[in-house]
Structures are given as C-alpha cells and as structure tokens.
C-alpha cells in the first residue's frame, strides 16, 4: 500500500520468490549438514589412516564449495534482490525488527567463506589438527548463521508475544524457534548424506565407492528420527489458524503436503536402497532421482510453511497486501484508494469507476495471483456475478482465512467486482428486471348453505415449498408439498371428524411433475441411493390419492406430493391448485369439497452470485452452468469430488450427508445440519443487508416470478428480519445449536459474524431448523398486538409451532387463519382470490375463517362467546 507495485505477468511474484527461495534454501541446508560431514568425514580418514577416503574429502569439498558457496551466495543474493522487489514493505519490517541479528548473521557469513577457503585451498598445507579446526570453525560459522536466520524465518510464522510487545527477543525467541532449529538442523544433516552420494558414486575405486556409499546412505537415514522430533514439535507450536491451513482449509497445500510426505518415504527408501550392492550405472541413476526428489521435498516443506503463513507476510502483524491488521478497520471506513499512496484515484466515483477497479485489483491481488498465469485470478473468478463478486470480497478471509479479507469501504469493493466481472471477464452487468405477471381469475368453490353438513378447512404446511430443479447435478430441496385439512361438522358445538371419513386430493392438471411421478421418498432412494425417514413416518405421496389421519392433531395430512411450478406448456405458476373431497369412508358420500393451493417455487436466487440462466421461463429454475459453478466451489473449498460423480451420473442428495429435518434426513452427524451449513456459510458473504440478504436467495423479491411473502404481514410491511432476524442472527441461532450439539467445525462460521439485532452473540440461544421457530405469542401477546420484533423467541418444541399448534378445542390455528407466510387475507399476485378460496366459500370476505365474528361458518349462528382465543371476536 506504501510502495510502488511491481507486477510480473504470468508467473507473479509469489512464484518468482518461491523459485529462487527454494533453490537457495536448499543449497543453504547443505552447506550447513555438508560442513559436519566434511569435518567429520575427514576425522574418519584420519583417524582410519585412509588415504583414499581423505582424497575423498578433499575432491567434495571442491564440488561442496562451488555448490554452496559460489551457487548458494549468488542465489541468496537473488532472494534479496526479489522480496525487495515484489514485497517490499514486508522486506522493510524484518530489516527494522532484526537489523542486529542481519548484522550478526553476515558476520557469521563472512566467517563461513573465510573457513571454507581456508579449508580447501590450505587442505594438503595446514597440520590435520589446525586444518580440522578450521573445518569445526566453518560447521560452527554455518551452523549459527542458520540459528539466526531460523529466529527471523519462525518469527515470520510464529511472532508469539512479540505482537504485543515488540520486544527483539520475543520475535527472535519466538514459539517456533527451537522446534524449527532441530527440524531444519535435521533437514541439513539428511541433504549432507545425500550430496555425499552425489560425489561418492562418482568415486574411482569399487571398494571405496561401495564404502562411501554405504557411509553416506547413513547420514541420510539416521537423521530422519531427528525429523519427526523435529516436525511433531513444530506442528505443536504452530499457531491455530496456521495449523489449520496446512492441515484442512487451503486447497492449494494438497501438492505440496503430497510432495513433502511422498519426498521423505522416497528419501528414506532411496537410502535403504543404496545400503544394497547395485550397478554402479545404476547406483548414480537413483541418486540423481534423489537429488531431483530432495529438491521437491525441500520445496514441499517451504511452500507448506509459506501456505500456513496465509494470509499474512507475517503472521497477525502484516497481510500478504502490505497492509496491517490494525488499519483494516480504518481502511473500510475510510476507503483503501484515500490511504493508498502510489494511486491516481482516491475515491470511487462514475467516471472513474473503472480505473479505481483496476488500482484496487492491482494492490489487493495481483501481490498473490496473475491474470491468466500461476495462481490464476480469472479462473477463480469465472463463476460469479457482479452481485456474487461483491458477496465473495465481503466474505473474504472469513471462513477461508488464508485470504486477506478485502481492505476498503462498499464503493470499493463494488468497483473491484465490477472491474473484475465486466472488464476481466467481459461479462455486461445485468439488471433484474421486474417480472411481468398476468393474474387470473379462479373458480370459487361452491359457497356452505344452510344445509351443509361439513366444512372442509385446508391449507399449505409452510405457504411456500422451494424446491430446486437441478436433478442432473444435485437436490438441495425436493418438490414434496404438505397438505392439511380439518373436517368439521357444523353445528350449536361444532365437532371435529376423523372417523370414518376419506379425505381425497388431486392436483389441478398442468402442473403434473414432468420428471417425478413417484413419491420423493422413493425417488430418493432409486435416484440418489438415499434411504429418507419421513417426517411423522408417514410415506411420500404421488400427485393425488387419499390423505393420513393424524390423530395427533386432529387432522388429515398428506406431505411429499411432487407437485412442481411449471405447466405442461413449461410455463413457471408457483401457486398450483389442489382439489379436496370429504366423503362416507363406508357409502362414498361427498361430505364437504375445497379447494387450495399447494403453493412451490423454483426462484432460488443462486444463480445472483454463482451466475447461469434461470432454467425456465426467463424467471426461475436453477439452471445446468449455475449448477456446475456451485459444485465446483464446494469440491475446492471441502476437497470432494461432487462435480465428478454427477458428470458421471451420480449426482447427490445434499441431505445425504446434511441433516435436513424437512425430509426425515439424518444426514452424517459429524456435519452441520443443512441449515447451519448453508446460513452460516452465506451469512459470512451477505452482512448487513437486512431482509435484501433474504431475498437474493429465497423467492421474496416484491417484483419477482413468485412474491411468496403475500399474506397479512407482508401486506403490513414485515419482513423476514423481524421473525427469523437479519441473516447473521438466523445463522448464528443455528449454528449455537450446532455448537452445543459438541460440532466445532461451526466456530469457523461464527467466527467472523457480528450479530445485528442484539448485542453480543451469545445473547442468541440456539435452535433446531423446523423445530424451534418464531413464536407468534410473542408480538400477539394475549392475541394484542404488541410490538413487532419476534427474533429469538423460538416455541420449545414441534408441536408449539403455529403450523402444528391448535386451540384449546382442538382446532389448528392454520385452519383458521391461512398458511404461514400466507395469513388471511392475503394478496396473491396470480390472482388476488387465489390464496383466499376458503374465507370466500365459506363466508363471502377475505379474511381469518370467523373473522368480523361470522362464527356461524361452524357453529351456524352468531356466537357472543370467545371460544378459541381471546379477542377473537373483536372486528
């Protein structure tokens, strides 16, 4: 942010560093387990007065020399030259923090290159004994150059106390130092023995080379138990979240973790190996294996240690953009481009909406990736929309924490999507135009007279089904549509009827399910290899048939019907029909005949961030390239292999491995519910944006294809935010239930969520999905209205919910006054009546049956008398 940015096509500066750091620090290892080996070997051939084995060791110091000394000096310069080039502020706060121990480490240097020379020019001149102490001096001089360079390099990943303090010896002593010492002490001694081979099997003499070899296979084998010390050890004192990206969240350390572990197992068999009597030819083909295989293996271990560092420079101080933990709040109030001081735009404005972008994308993340190259920024960025970019940055460095979270206020980050989405990927941006939508007229069915024996009272379990369209790819939500009626026979005191009774229904034609004709508990277990336990026990239901009592309730239910929005024509009608006939279960008689609706919606918002066409209509359907985009994130973020199977044929069930209580789905009970999975997740990309966060998702949007919050409290202007909360506080009342089910995986989710309708965010207690939802008493307290604000007053179990509650006569509430989400009268976009057959059969007006005290829709004649709930007869 304080220095110019230099930027290089294609490889990027990350991987320029990577190169020359990895070929140094391997070279450097060696030069420090080399100088043991040679002092140590030269004792050997003294002490054994082995003439061949001293020539031996002085023809290795001359490759040893050239090697690390020639090639390492030159290749350590580099480094400097690069880091100072491409992070230059990083750069800048190790040479402020450690200028001594610089100080002190060239002059360890300068003692290495003087003992070295020394060593092999004055090797045939000096008395054994002066000339092994110059030898023990240059192992020294090495040895501590690495013990202050590992002080600098573990403060990096490991500043400990030194982040509160500033305290030189608590970043140089820092809680990595001395697990790194013997981990990368025992990396020079294993690199020593198997550049000892490099010149041992070079070596003239059968028997000597078969002796060297077998000499030098040991120093690169014994080591290996300091090694695993080593590593074990520094695992432990590395920090949490650094563990954690080694070890689980970032995708991209499975190469070099890969290439680490396979080094050392082909590292310690090469060894083994040439403790065996082989060709000499093929003896230096293995050899030159391993010095290619120790090459990878160095280079998985630094880019290992460099990953867990993400997304700092230095850990907790200093982000890999040169910004600092301490600004970022600033920063995003203040803006990024304000504070910047190699930019040309200083705030986001229209006309220079673009070239802000482009400076925002050059200091925030050309620093890691390319365009096009290693590490490409296009193709992580190819799936999203302006919309879903934005998301994205807001999430940034949230859930996935080896990503630097985005430094700037809301016009920035709009501008760098923009910038990104149009200009990169030349995607035009797209207004959602309002949806056009042609009401009809339907048929109400026939009004209750004086003779009628029976009401028939039905409704919608939840009044909206989503349910997602995506066979091909996955299910998240099935079309399994609930239905309930309440029979009541009329009279002075009515009564409620479930014997000997038959309850029939029968979806309207035109909206027959194209794809499914089965119950979607069967075709869950023929198309997904998923065994589902329906809600209550009761069995899936196809398009028409007969209802269950439920003697519970006093009630009939049918649930599962695989009813879709879509025609036959394939035109999009979210609110299709359901026919409802009572009759003599023993004579056939009809009792009583409604109508309602069964109302489903394929407007699932996904693809406003993950991009693809609705699938149907222009205005719905979650569509194939929408779909592939989602799977695809999840394999990189979660490391399966959805996309795959499904291109395969094999496409999932997202409740068969995430409990989802809507379809009996017990899931894998070491995962999050589904629920807490997919609110926690997208409460982290969506903050602060009330009830707009809802409606990119559900299909709530007043101009949209479906409007499915259309009753009373919509009406009133009630969102879902004053029910369920903003969706941080949905989220985060899912995920402590999660929490206090013993799942720590949710702390990832929570981590980073601030809670916007209370304080803190233990203030909100945990609920179970479809269980533990809004309490109506809590506004309507005495069924007066008081307030409106239900967030986190959930009922304590199912049957308190208002779908399930019923009066103290056993009459449910739904009954009387509509669906949840669709509460009488309500105002359907399809057709004003089309939500409101019930109240205009039985009673003329839209509104809760009985409501302006036309009670005599049951009990036949006026009533004085409150019987169902408290002011139930005010008008």
């Not at 082989?278 to 998985?300: E, K, N, S, T």
Request: hydrophobic residues 45%; aromatic residues 10%.
């Amino acid at each position: 942010m304080n220095y110019p940015f230099w930027q290089i096509p294609t490889i990027g500066g990350s991987l320029l560093i990577a190169i020359i750091a990895v070929v140094h620090v391997y070279v450097a290892h060696l030069a420090v387990g080399g100088g043991l080996f040679l002092v140590w070997t030269e004792r050997k051939a003294r002490r054994e007065n082995d003439g061949e084995l001293l020539a031996y060791v002085k023809r290795h110091t001359h490759f040893f020399l050239l090697l690390s000394m020639v090639f390492g000096a030159v290749t350590g310069v580099g480094i400097w030259f690069i880091i100072s080039l491409v992070h230059p502020a990083g750069t800048s706060a190790l040479i402020h923090n450690f200028v001594f121990a610089w100080a002190i480490e060239w002059t360890f240097f300068f003692g290495e290159i003087v003992a070295l020379l020394l060593y092999y020019y004055l090797f045939d001149k000096l008395a054994p004994r002066t000339h092994m102490i110059i030898g023990w001096l240059y192992f020294a001089f090495a040895w501590l150059s690495l013990f202050v360079i590992n002080g600098i390099l573990t403060f990096m990943l490991t500043p400990g106390a030194w982040l509160e303090t500033g305290n030189f010896w608590h970043g140089f002593f820092n809680p990595g130092f001395f697990p790194s010492l013997v981990f990368r002490t025992a990396i020079a001694l294993i690199l020593a023995g198997l550049f000892g081979l490099v010149t041992a099997v070079f070596s003239g003499s059968g028997r000597l080379r078969a002796s060297l070899v077998r000499y030098c296979a040991r120093w690169l084998l014994l080591p290996f138990a300091l090694l695993l010390v080593g590593g074990a050890w520094y695992l432990h004192a590395t920090p949490e979240g650094a563990l954690g990206n080694i070890l689980q969240r970032n995708p991209e350390v499975v190469p070099f973790s890969r290439a680490f572990l396979w080094g050392s197992g082909l590292l310690f068999l090469g060894g083994l190996l040439s403790l065996l009597r082989l060709p000499r030819g093929l003896h230096r083909g293995v050899v030159a294996l391993l010095v290619v295989i120790g090459l990878v293996w160095m280079g998985g271990f630094e880019y290992m240690r460099e990953i867990a560092r993400k997304p700092y420079v230095i850990y907790g101080h200093l982000y890999s953009n040169s910004v600092t933990p301490q600004a970022a709040a600033e920063l995003r109030k203040r803006g990024f481009l304000s504070a910047a001081r190699w930019v040309e735009n200083r705030a986001v404005d229209a006309e220079n909406r673009r070239d802000a972008g482009r400076e925002l994308l050059t200091h925030q993340c050309l620093i890691c990736h390319t365009l096009g190259g290693y590490n490409d920024l296009l193709a992580r960025t190819r799936d999203f929309t302006a919309f879903g970019m934005t998301a994205q940055l807001s999430g940034q460095g949230k859930i996935n924490t080896y990503m630097p979270p985005f430094f700037g206020n809301q016009e920035e980050k709009e501008a760098l999507a923009a910038y990104i989405v149009a200009e990169l990927h030349g995607t035009p941006p797209e207004e959602e135009a309002p949806v056009r939508i042609r009401p009809e007229e339907v048929r109400i069915p026939r009004p209750v007279s004086g003779e009628d024996e029976y009401v028939l009272l039905a409704w919608n379990g939840i009044g909206m089904r989503c349910m997602t369209d995506s066979d091909p790819w996955f299910v998240i939500l099935p079309p399994a549509n609930t239905v309930w009626v309440q029979l009541i026979r009329r009279g002075p005191v009515p009564k409620i009827v479930t014997a000997d009774v038959e309850i029939s229904y029968r979806v309207q034609s035109g909206h027959r399910n194209p794809q499914r004709h089965v119950p979607f508990w069967d075709h869950a277990q023929q198309n997904f290899g998923v065994t589902l336990e329906p809600p209550t026990g009761l069995a899936g239901a196809g398009l028409s048939g007969t209802m269950s009592a439920d003697e519970k309730h006093g009630a009939f239910v049918v649930r599962g019907i695989p009813v879709v929005p879509y025609r036959d024509d394939g035109t999009f009608h979210p609110y299709p029909l359901v026919t409802l006939e009572a009759r003599d279960s023993d004579s056939g008689k009809l009792l009583a005949e409604t109508r309602a609706v069964a109302p489903t919606s394929t407007e699932l918002g996904c693809r406003n961030c993950h991009a693809g066409e609705w699938r149907k209509s222009g205005v719905a359907g979650l569509g194939d390239v929408t779909a592939q985009n989602i799977l695809r994130a999840h394999d990189r973020m979660n490391r399966t292999q959805l996309l795959a199977e499904a291109e395969a044929g094999h496409p999932k069930l997202c409740a068969s491995c995430h409990r989802d209580d809507a379809v009996g789905a017990r899931g894998d009970p070491q995962l999050l519910s589904l629920s807490a999975a997919m609110h926690g997740f997208h409460a982290n990309h969506l903050p602060e944006m009330g009830a707009d966060a809802c409606r990119a998702c559900h299909p709530s949007r007043a101009d949209g294809a479906t409007r499915c919050l259309r009753g009373r409290h919509g009406e009133a202007g009630i969102t879902c935010v004053e029910c369920h909360g903003a969706i941080e506080d949905h989220a985060l009342s899912l995920l402590r239930h999660e929490r206090e089910a013993g799942k720590t995986s949710v702390q990832r989710l929570m981590a980073n969520l601030e809670p916007q309708q209370v304080a803190t965010a233990e203030e909100i207690a945990g609920r179970l999905p479809w269980a533990n939802e809004p309490d109506c008493l809590t506004c309507h307290v005495r069924f007066s209205l008081e307030g409106v604000d239900a967030f986190n007053h959930w009922t304590p179990h199912g049957d308190a919910l208002y779908r399930n509650r019923s009066d103290c006569r056993g009459l449910m509430c739904a009954a009387c006054h509509g669906s949840p989400h669709a509460i009488y009268p309500t105002v359907n976009p399809y057709g004003a009546d089309r939500d409101n057959l019930q109240p205009l059969q039985y009673q003329g007006i839209a509104g809760s049956i009985g409501t302006e005290a036309r009670c005599e829709v049951c009990h036949v004649r006026p009533m004085s008398a409150e019987g169902h709930h408290p002011r139930m007869l005010r008008r």
